[in-house]
């Protein structure tokens, strides 16, 4: 399948190409072809007219939790320990594969809906979303969490759906110890281990709450990223979630590690975590993606917001304007995102970059006049806007 999209402005988010205006980009299978300002020469299966319009790379979900959708409004307004053991584990322990195949099918049909074309779970039953996944042409990256005494089982379910999903290059793994409350230290070594001798990625959550630092501290004399570090778990390429308490050591010990941060702002403000130190963590050359979270502490999966937010909190939190400018805002969404995640060919569109692309309908009021394409992506467009969304050289979302 050949693709063109003309007449297009194409946010690149590549730093040698930036924006081009009334620009050219050819899909052939799933690879981008070329980019430009002259159409290629040759024949298209569909030709795409971008006139008021704009290309932007695939937007990527960092972190969450598909299958959560089944529970989106069910527990609101609750501060996170609350939430997860009076009301969201209860609700889980009942939950079927069949539950979690259709609550991933929701999940999936939102995120194409809004330009999301790759997303990072953490959940269980995680061969359904896998295969939710492929029928619906969406790329994931999947983890069976765990947590509690699930280690061995676990593994096992990790296994199995490498060998099932090995033909898909849709599909993914990371390998997820749920975080420090919910695994022991022996367990949290175990999970160090097992990803290290097979060169798994880790994906956990770190340092979310003020309550989960100050037991920490309590308990082990030390914090919880300490406390990953000592274990071994960045001995892995990690993307630890949320980071909201952190000391300057233990962003020392990020940057150390080169661990990624999956940033959750909306999911962080809701269950009133925090504000994680993202400008600090930028300023350091840390490596930032963003993250919805689940539908059940954000409640949306939408990514626009979560741009938005991002670009927003900081310089109210900070009170500075220039804090999370736009444009890092936008790299936190896509190229960042695809670091994080071990893609070194997405996130941006480039020649013989993977062809995960969105078409944004810039012809709306609320995007009139547009000074800055960047900007009005950022600070202006809304999940509605998307027109196509394309995964892995398929239109896979069409308005």
């Not at 609101?76 to 009076?86: A, I, R, S």
């Not at 009942?94 to 259709?102: H, I, L």
């Not at 990790?158 to 975080?179: C, K, Q």
């Not at 012809?363 to 006049?369: E, M």
Request: charged share 25%; hydrophobic share 40%; aromatic share 8%.
């Amino acid at each position: 399948m050949k693709t063109l999209f003309e007449n297009i402005t194409v946010i690149t988010m590549d730093n040698d190409a930036g924006v081009i205006k009334n620009g050219c980009a050819a899909v052939d299978g799933n690879k981008i072809k070329y980019v430009g300002t002259t159409k290629p020469e040759g024949e298209f299966d569909r030709v795409i007219n971008g006139e008021n319009k704009a290309l932007i790379p695939g937007l990527i979900n960092a972190h969450t939790h598909t299958a959560m959708t089944l529970l989106r409004g069910y527990a609101d307004d609750m501060n996170l320990q609350d939430w997860l053991y009076n009301k969201i584990f209860p609700f889980e322990d009942k939950m079927t594969p069949e539950d979690v195949r259709r609550g991933s099918e929701i999940a999936i049909d939102e995120m194409l809906a809004g330009g999301t074309t790759c997303f990072s779970d953490m959940y269980f039953f995680q061969a359904e979303t896998g295969r939710a996944a492929i029928q619906k042409g969406i790329r994931a990256v999947l983890s069976d969490c765990v947590n509690f005494d699930g280690y061995e089982r676990k593994v096992k379910l990790m296994e199995e759906m490498a060998e099932e999903f090995s033909g898909s290059d849709l599909i993914t793994f990371t390998f997820s110890p749920h975080a420090i409350y919910t695994c022991s230290f022996e367990l949290l070594e175990k999970c160090a281990a097992y990803a290290k001798e097979h060169n798994m990625p880790i994906h956990t959550h770190l340092a979310e709450t003020r309550t989960e630092f100050s037991d920490c501290e309590i308990e082990h004399n030390m914090t919880p990223t300490a406390y990953m570090e000592s274990a071994g778990l960045f001995e892995n390429p990690t993307i630890a979630a949320h980071c909201v308490v952190m000391t300057d050591s233990d962003l020392e010990i990020l940057k150390k590690h080169n661990v990624s941060v999956a940033h959750n702002p909306i999911s962080n403000l809701k269950l009133a975590s925090g504000i994680a130190p993202v400008p600090k963590m930028l300023d350091m050359g840390i490596n930032v993606a963003l993250g919805t979270d689940g539908a059940s502490s954000n409640n949306s999966l939408d990514m626009f917001e979560e741009i938005k937010a991002a670009a927003l909190i900081h310089k109210g939190a900070g009170l500075d304007p220039t804090a999370v400018p736009a444009e890092t805002a936008l790299k936190m969404a896509t190229i960042n995102g695809a670091k994080a995640l071990g893609f070194d060919n997405l996130g941006m569109i480039k020649e013989g970059y993977l062809a995960d692309l969105v078409v944004v309908d810039l012809d709306t009021p609320h995007l009139r006049p547009i000074y800055d394409p960047i900007s009005s992506l950022v600070y202006s467009a809304k999940c509605g806007d998307v027109e196509y969304t394309m995964v892995n050289g398929n239109i896979v979302y069409e308005r």
